[in-house]
């Protein structure tokens, strides 16, 4: 006679996820208020100057200096923004700072991202030395080269043109020329080479190779590079400053610091013209954040 004996296992206690869990609920709300906490305290002075700006750019100059300070405008001094980019030719420094904008914009992604290829794709000897030697340029401060190069302009005569602003793009080296192609090396490195190798094999050559691999995989560290290069070049004083002379050529930098010498007891315009100076940046940003964040982000993958 067989006896079966049936074990029953003892309940077990429930476990609360720690998902579900209220002590883990709250704790995650405290730190995520701290963390927006934190972050606000550090958008506050970044963003104050810009809001006082755009506030004193809407008032007339008993407003702007009444103490204690108001904060909204009454009334709104829209005639501010009429005035001042009436008062000297806006419009033609935004159409001059737009031209070499664009041949300056694809003159360094052109040449970057062809010598960033050469950098992490192709292999030659002394590659890496090279590159060593291009990355010491970073330490060299502008003012070293600020003389010998307009002295090399001024042999060519090209002062007063725009040729000392858009050529050094198409040769790499326009404003942080050498950071581009880091930047872009870094990127390329992350491409798995086996795409490259798989090109070959069918018969591609390098340069067909960049055109249609390495370039369409590279959008994010590309836009990166153009969003870098624009803002540079928008924000750009020294060399314009250098070079230019005639003001029917001027940039819009060199615009407002003329304007700035020129109107410097009417405040609301020269507000006016900042704010109004300063505003394609700010709305490229919003646009174009996603794309900035995301090819920074895959740039520093692999080093």
Known sequence: MTVTTTATAA??????????DPNYQRRRRARRVLVY?????????????????????????????????EWIPHPFEWANFSGALTAQPFARYF???????????TGTLLTCSIAA???????????????????????????????PTFLMWDAAQAINTYYPLIVPAWFGGAGGGI???FLLRQFFLTIPYELDEAAYIDGASPWRVFWQVIVPLSKPALMVVGIFTFIRTWNEFLDPLIYLNDSSKFTLAL????????????????????TATILPIILLFFFAQRYLIEGVTLTGVKG
Not at 38 to 56: C, D, Q
Not at 95 to 105: D, S
Not at 255 to 274: D, R
Request: aromatic residues 12%.
């Open 95 to 105: 159409l001059n700072t737009m031209i070499i904008e664009v041949f300056t914009v």
């Open 37 to 69: 906490a934190v972050l606000i305290a550090g958008v506050v002075p970044t963003v104050l100057p810009f809001i006082w700006l755009v506030r004193s750019a809407l008032m007339d100059n008993n407003q702007m200096f009444i103490a204690p300070p």
């Open 117 to 147: 290829f050469s950098f992490s794709r192709l292999r030659w000897r002394g590659r890496n030395v090279v590159f060593g030697i291009l990355l010491s340029g970073l330490m060299l401060p502008q003012a070293v080269l600020l003389v």
């Open 179 to 181: 950071f581009n192609v």
């Open 11 to 20: 309940p077990r206690e429930k476990q609360t996820e720690p998902k579900t």
């Open 255 to 274: 615009g407002l610091a003329s304007f700035q010498g020129t109107y410097n007891a009417q405040w609301g315009y020269l507000m006016a013209a900042a």
